[in-house]
């Protein structure tokens, strides 16, 4: 679904903050990418959304190397990849409801076309009674949740979540994991970004570790 060769990445005229990795991710997997705090793993994971080119190296995403996307083609690839940013980027003047939304109604489709899956995903991600409330009410796991829910709205292939359990305790982290693994029975690819060693050890999954800018993947 999404490889990677000899990828290599620096911002400006800086170090190569990723070098030569070579990585597939196939439909359907689940992985976990960790490594120290500036290993490249926001780095990674904006590769993988297409909103960085790499400096050297292939990325080929849904059968197409991604150089040969033109620019118009860009939208539609990212909506068959979700995205969880570390900091939510949920709109404040728009209600939880509103924001899952957003991705239908910037298509310009009509709310009653999509109105009943964004509720039921609202209940899925355990919000169905919080959907009229504006972001910042809501508290640190809802607003996590809520982007969770935004993510998954347009039915990505992959998610992408960068440190999803970074600012909730364990026994939300652990509910959290519950609803990724949920997510990839029923089909979708899952790759989390995290540091926290206790996520990944109640769920066994390949892990992709940055270190010194190269990738090792241990099964
Ligand atoms: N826009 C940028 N311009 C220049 N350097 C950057 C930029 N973004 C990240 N970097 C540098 O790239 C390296 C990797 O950063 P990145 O945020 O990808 O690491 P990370 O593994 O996600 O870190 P953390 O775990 O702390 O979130 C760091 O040295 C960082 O300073």
């Known amino acids: 679904m999404i490889r990677f060769e000899n990828v290599g990445l620096r911002y400006g005229m800086g170090p190569e903050v990723l070098s030569d ?3 597939h991710l196939p439909p359907r997997s689940f992985h976990y990418l960790t490594g120290p705090s500036g290993a490249g793993k926001t780095t990674l ?3 993988l959304f297409l909103s960085l080119k790499p400096t050297r190296g292939l990325i080929t995403v849904f059968g197409k190397e991604t150089t040969r996307f033109a620019k118009t083609e860009l939208p539609q690839v990212r909506r068959r990849i979700g995205i969880v940013f570390q900091d939510f ?3 404040d003047h728009l209600t939880t409801y509103q924001n899952v939304a957003l991705p239908y109604r910037v298509l310009g489709r009509d709310e009653s076309s999509y109105r ?3 509720i039921d995903l609202l209940k899925w991600v355990g919000l ?3 959907m009229h409330v504006l972001p910042p009410v ?3 796991g809802e607003k996590q949740r809520a982007a969770i829910a935004r993510a998954l709205i347009t039915k990505p292939e992959l998610l992408l979540a960068d440190e999803p359990t970074g600012n909730v305790d364990p026994p939300l982290a652990r509910r959290l994991l519950r609803l990724f693994v949920e997510l990839n029975r029923l089909g979708t690819a899952v790759l989390i970004a995290t ?4 996520l990944m050890d109640q769920y066994d999954a390949r892990r992709l ?3 010194d800018g190269r990738m090792e993947i241990y099964e």
């Open 138 to 140: 809501l508290s640190g």
């Open 116 to 118: 009943a899956d964004v």
């Open 209 to 211: 570790v940055l270190a």
């Open 195 to 198: 540091h926290d060693l206790a």
């Open 89 to 91: 980027r949920l709109l």
């Open 128 to 130: 169905g009674e919080r």
């Open 21 to 23: 990795l070579t990585f």
């Open 45 to 47: 994971l904006r590769l």
